[in-house]
């Protein structure tokens, strides 16, 4: 389909395989944006198979990507009252073009502040299903910047995280001695026209698909081997909505390709890796990835309603950094109320007391938990034990209900559909 290789899907119920296997679009999860659907013992004829490719050739963005970096070469020689973007097809115009667009809502005297900076200057694509576009609040896109250069890492492969890219290129052009660089990889097309081929790659994480071919490919994996590998770590911000599968499968097909031509030295090293993810798929990446651990750290959304940055309860986000790197490494800010727990070795929230039976601090939420020993474990400060149930849950709970697990994070109590994930 016009997203790259399809997946294949089974469906289950109550964790059985149920009927046929079926391919379908690996970045759209909605048939509405993409209709590609086709059974895995399916014949296809070759006059479909020559529509397909008709059809995903029509799908292709209208300029290319080495076209838009010419573009834009033109477009920063064109005297500010003649820099031009069009709201409407979100693009940047050239004079010859406003014609074409003079009905449309246009941004006039677009500075090269703004330019330096299109995740501001583009809308964020919020379809939730597809694109899921959240961006950082400064105050997490900084602490994560403070936190790479403290670590010494010079190269950033931004997967997913344009606005993290920007604020390293935007460094990079402006303070002499910022050494970082970074390249980001997004399924956002709109972002080729501020950055050359080898700040950006048009890239599918749900299936490892590089849009721009070969070269594309070869651009990233130069950019992870420089310096034989080293001083390189990779940040991810999926969209929620996504199959960690999927995700797992690119993020270790990028791991190998990092691991690939690194010649002597670390050789049982993992690429170290920053996975931004909600607390309740922890369980699902540790499956993927069991050297990683989850931080307390809370990160912040600009458009996101419900996961901005608050004190108390429903408030907080549930977005989290999932790390291969050494939990004690990752200093969490202390005027934010984060402390370090000298058993545990790691930072964690204020809330987050150590639990001496579990020893461990086991707060997922921020919040205070407490030890239920009929459970064994902590669990959240709204449950209590239910003996009918034989464990821990809200007062309102319905006792034994059958609880077919959520598809989407594999937790009960909610459909798909209900996800706190995608919402
Ligand atoms: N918080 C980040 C943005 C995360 S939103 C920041 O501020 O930089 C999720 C990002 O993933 C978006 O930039 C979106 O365009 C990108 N994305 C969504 N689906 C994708 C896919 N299939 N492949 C690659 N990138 C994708
Ligand atoms: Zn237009
Ligand atoms: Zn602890
Ligand atoms: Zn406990
Ligand atoms: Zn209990």
């Not at 693009?91 to 074409?100: G, H, I, S, T």
């Not at 576009?133 to 890492?153: H, M, N, P, T």
């Not at 064994?376 to 697990?405: D, F, I, M």
Request: aromatic share 12%; proline share 4%; charged share 25%.
């Amino acid at each position: 389909c016009p997203s790259g290789p399809a997946l294949l899907f089974v469906k289950t119920s109550q964790g059985r395989e149920e009927g046929r296997r079926f391919y379908a679009c690996s970045a759209c999860r909605d048939r509405k944006d993409c209709k590609f659907f086709q059974w895995e013992d399916e014949k296809v004829s070759e006059t479909r198979r020559a529509a397909r490719e008709e059809y995903n050739r029509n799908h292709q963005p209208f300029f290319t990507h080495s076209q838009n970096v010419e573009r834009y070469k033109n477009f920063l020689l064109l005297p500010l009252s003649k820099r031009r973007f069009c709201q409407e097809c979100q693009q940047l115009l050239l004079p010859a073009e406003w014609e074409k667009h003079s009905d449309h809502q246009c941004l006039c005297d677009v500075s090269t502040a703004q330019l330096k900076s299109p995740s501001h200057l583009l809308y964020p694509l919020e379809n939730k299903k597809t694109n899921a576009q959240y961006l950082f609040a400064d105050r997490s896109c900084q602490f994560l910047l403070d936190l790479i250069i403290g670590l010494g890492f010079r190269r950033v492969l931004s997967v997913g995280t344009p606005r993290l890219h920007e604020i390293i290129q935007s460094k990079a052009s402006q303070e002499e001695d910022f050494r970082v660089r970074s390249l980001l990889l997004d399924i956002d097309f709109r972002y080729s026209q501020f950055y050359t081929e080898d700040e950006f790659c048009h890239y599918n994480m749900f299936n490892h698909y590089f849009f721009g071919g070969e070269a594309a490919r070869e651009t990233c994996r130069k950019f992870l081997c420089q310096d034989n590998g080293e001083r390189v770590i990779m940040v991810t911000d999926p969209p929620f909505g996504g199959l960690v599968e999927a995700l797992a499968s690119s993020f270790k097909k990028l791991m190998a390709m990092w691991k690939e031509t690194e010649k002597e030295g670390h050789n049982n090293h993992e690429m170290p890796m920053f996975w931004i993810f909600p607390y309740f798929f922890e369980s699902r990446i540790l499956e993927f990835f069991p050297s990683f651990s989850m931080m307390d750290y809370q990160v912040d959304y600009d458009n996101h309603a419900l996961y901005k940055h608050g004190k108390t309860g429903r408030r907080q986000s549930p977005v989290r950094i999932f790390t291969n790197l050494t939990p004690s490494m990752i200093v969490l800010p202390v005027e934010e109320g984060y402390r370090f727990c000298a058993v545990c070795q790691r930072y964690v929230s204020s809330g987050n007391q150590h639990c001496e039976i579990c020893n461990s601090c086991t707060s997922k939420d921020g919040r205070q938990w407490k030890h239920c020993v009929l459970c064994k474990k902590c669990v959240k400060p709204s449950w209590s034990h239910c003996s009918t149930c034989n464990r821990c849950a809200l007062q309102s709970h319905a006792c034994q209900k059958p609880e077919a697990g959520c598809f989407l994070c594999g937790r009960a109590g909610h459909k798909r559909s209900a996800c706190p994930g995608l919402s």
